[in-house]
């Protein structure tokens, strides 16, 4: 597939990005100065990254003028940056102050010895992920350029009962949350997508039964997912990690062993009490 047929792929297959809140409104009922700028950073998107003042003006809502001495502030700031054709993109600042986030960068910095130990070993792509909400957001990825292709990317959201690390993570998560991801509705994205309630709720239940997930064609036909789950100091779930293999070629079984050390190393890197304590259970295909 060519760039311009990923691109397109990418933007077909990529689920809706979360909007601002919309009732973060002033007291005088019009959209508050806080809901004004979320409004112009969650114009940019994976597909249109970078955006002309009158583009964000419209994706945002926003009268031009107000557009205008907004962006104008983001820029002074930081949080966005103008090219010498007057096109916006995201700022330096704002991935520094991302930078900041415990679930981000400190997770990662733990994590990627591990994640490099399990892609030089099968040379295959390896993910890091965490939940929020009903998403999964991927805050690393390891690719080798002949590996299966993916649609995931740093920084980027997917529903979590259509991937490994989102089951993976839907199986630990609060109850509450789990039934309200059970409840739906659950998107399809191909024949193979979960998309009964109860199905998921019989996958999550195997996950918790095997600690690890598999998600066999779920996003795409062609990829096959085996997911693990992260522990932190307190022994909850803080991440997932996983590898994405082809389908078509791939034993899901002989890859959990990898997965489930690769896990166990990150959370005995976060300190978790259970990483010390010698594995037990069976596996079995979810």
């Known amino acids: 597939m060519n760039a311009t047929g990923t691109a397109t792929a990418v933007a077909a297959a990529s689920p809706p990005r979360p909007r601002t809140a919309p009732d973060a409104e002033s007291d005088s009922g019009r959209p508050s100065v806080t809901r004004r700028v979320l409004g112009i950073l969650d114009a940019f998107t994976p597909e249109r990254p970078v955006l002309s003042l009158s583009d964000i003006s419209r994706r945002a809502g926003l009268p031009p003028a107000t557009a205008h001495r907004l962006i104008a502030e983001l820029t002074r700031w930081g949080a ?110 191909t024949p193979k997508t979960i998309c009964s309630g109860g199905e998921l709720r019989r996958v999550l239940a195997e996950v918790r039964r ?35 293999v082809p389908s078509h ?3 899901a079984r002989a890859l959990i062993p990898a997965v489930r050390a690769t896990a166990r190393g990150i959370s005995r890197a976060l300190g978790a009490p259970r990483a010390l304590r010698r594995p037990s259970g069976a596996t079995a295909r979810v």
């Open 80 to 189: 966005l940056e103008r090219d010498g054709d007057g096109l916006y993109r995201i700022g330096l600042r704002l991935w520094e102050v991302a930078a900041l986030a415990p679930r981000g960068q400190a997770l990662r910095e733990a994590a990627m010895p591990f994640l490099e130990d399990l892609y030089e070993a099968t040379h295959e792509n390896v993910q890091l992920a965490v939940l929020d909400g009903l998403e999964v957001v991927y805050i690393e990825r390891i690719r080798s350029r002949n590996a299966v292709h993916v649609f995931t990317r740093v920084g980027g959201r997917w529903p979590a009962h259509a991937t490994g690390v989102g089951l993976a993570l839907l199986a630990h998560a609060d109850p509450e949350l789990q039934e309200r991801a059970i409840a739906g509705p659950l998107r399809r994205f």
């Open 249 to 251: 070629s791939s034993d």
């Open 210 to 244: 095997t600690g690890v997930a598999i998600s066999d064609g779920q996003v795409e036909l062609i990829a096959l997912s085996v997911a693990a789950p992260v522990y932190g100091p307190d022994d909850t779930v803080v991440a997932a990690v996983s590898i994405v």
